[in-house]
Nanobody
């Protein structure tokens, strides 16, 4: 089965930085669309929201709330995705999830990693 393992979450002070990582492993029968990596977050009492996503061509997608502060990227194999979070704010506190789709548009999600921004 497809597994996404996230790391890099933790506590950080406002204005600080954090880098999240997510690595995918898959059985040989599953073909992933490596252009569909995304990071979403869910704060307590709120719906999960997409904050960054890769695209086939052009600039990555960023939610307005993180534009200019967060950067999504992948390694050369495209099997690891990163979310560089700079100038973090208390409202960035949430559980962050990575996700990817296979070529049949089935989504796969990581288990989530907690990010807490507080002084």
């Amino acid at each position: 089965q497809v597994q996404l393992v996230e790391s890099g979450g933790g506590s950080v002070q406002p204005g600080g930085s954090l880098r999240l990582s997510c690595t995918v492993s898959r059985p040989s029968g599953v073909i992933l669309n490596y252009y569909t990596w995304g990071w979403a977050r869910q704060a307590p009492g709120k719906q999960r929201e997409l904050v960054a996503g890769t695209v086939t061509s052009g600039s990555p997608y960023y939610a307005d709330s993180v534009k200019g502060r967060f950067t999504i990227s992948t390694d050369s194999t495209k099997e690891t995705v990163y979310l560089q979070m700079n100038s973090v704010k208390p409202e960035d506190t949430a559980v962050y999830y990575c996700n990817i789709y296979d070529i049949d548009a089935r989504p796969y999600w990581g288990q989530g990693t907690q990010v807490t921004v507080s002084s």
